[in-house]
């Protein structure tokens, strides 16, 4: 896969007519802009990464949009401290601050109501998803559906926006962020994203996905992740590698190593971490900077990570390499 790399735009809008084609250009889909107001007027900021854009939100007037489908594209939104009201098929919404929600089921047109105050919008492409809950090689595709467009449960809904914080976090910042870290987010967010919405994607193993779930295919499992490792991979990537589904090379992980495919291509990212602090040199090289390299972004979990592993913080190795 290419490196995804954040790029951050921020605009003052101050009339509807720049308003309606911002957001024309930028979702990619039609829609009618109404407003009795004379200037409305919008701060918003989009950061993208690839499949995935943030944004957020201001604005001082109440405005009224009719909008067409959205081509596949899932929008996740949650009020700052605006109220909402929208309409999408046979379902109507009315959403205060705090309230999280999808905006429209993506082949359905919509209407929504947007009064001031702020919200933020998490916008991920099909494509996306899809990795995140892929159907196994030679099997036919099944469509990808949500069947509701509130959360599972509040503590879904938490859980939900406890992680776009961090995602958010990573990617608005101004400094640099590795590839790796960035593929890790996206993905992160768009499987939180399936665990807190009604959808359709299988999570329990079928007899089929049972019967798959073999140590030839572990194996072939294994050496996909440990020649990719410095790649941007997805289960759905170590499955195709595999030939079969996700929840057949997940099953496989948990019956012969106890963990998660991604939790063993994390420890052999560590591994190489480990390897790269131990060839370092210690007067030019970082913890952080190597960490990161190998998808690591939150210093303090990296660090217990390194340390319930190896037994010694990772910059003790560092300090002695050389």
């Excluded at 919008?42 to 201001?58: F, I, N, S």
């Excluded at 608005?172 to 993905?187: F, K």
């Excluded at 140590?215 to 020649?227: D, G, K, Q």
């Excluded at 790649?231 to 030939?243: G, K, M, T, W």
């Amino acid at each position: 896969m290419d490196a995804i790399l954040p790029r951050t735009r921020a605009f003052e809008l101050t009339d509807a007519d720049a308003i309606q084609q911002t957001f024309t250009v930028d979702y990619g889909n039609r829609m009618c802009l109404r407003t009795e107001h004379e200037r409305p007027a919008m701060r918003y900021q989009r950061t993208e990464a690839g499949p995935l854009a943030l944004d957020t939100l201001v604005q001082t007037a109440t405005m009224d949009f009719a909008i067409e489908p959205l081509d596949g594209r899932l929008v996740v939104t949650r009020s700052s401290s605006a109220r909402l009201e929208r309409t999408c098929a046979d379902t109507a919404g009315r959403y205060e601050a705090g309230d999280l929600f999808l905006m429209a089921y993506p082949d359905e047109p919509y209407t929504v109501s947007f009064h001031p105050g702020g919200a933020r919008n998490c916008v991920i492409d099909p494509a996306l998803l899809h990795r995140v809950a892929a159907n196994a090689p030679g099997r036919k595709p099944q469509p990808l559906r949500f069947t509701s467009l509130d959360p599972h449960s509040p503590q879904a809904a938490a859980d939900w926006w406890a992680t776009y914080a961090y995602v958010s976090g990573l990617l608005e910042s101004p400094q640099p962020v590795a590839p790796l870290v960035v593929a890790h987010a996206t993905q992160l967010l768009a499987a939180v994203t399936l665990a807190t919405f009604p959808n359709t994607a299988l999570t329990d193993p079928t007899a089929g996905d049972r019967h798959d779930a073999s140590p030839a295919t572990l194996r072939r499992a294994v050496a996909f992740i440990e020649a990719h490792a410095g790649e941007d991979i997805s289960a759905a990537d170590v499955a195709a590698a595999a030939n079969v589904s996700i929840r057949a090379v997940q099953l496989a992980f948990r019956r012969y190593h106890g963990v998660t495919p991604m939790t063993y291509l994390r420890q052999v990212r560590l591994g190489h971490v480990h390897r790269a602090l131990l060839a370092a040199d210690p007067e030019s090289t970082t913890v952080a900077a190597v960490a990161a390299l190998w998808g690591f972004a939150d210093h303090s979990r990296f660090a217990a990570l390194f340390r319930a592993t190896y037994g010694v913080a990772p910059s003790s190795v560092l300090r002695t390499s050389g």
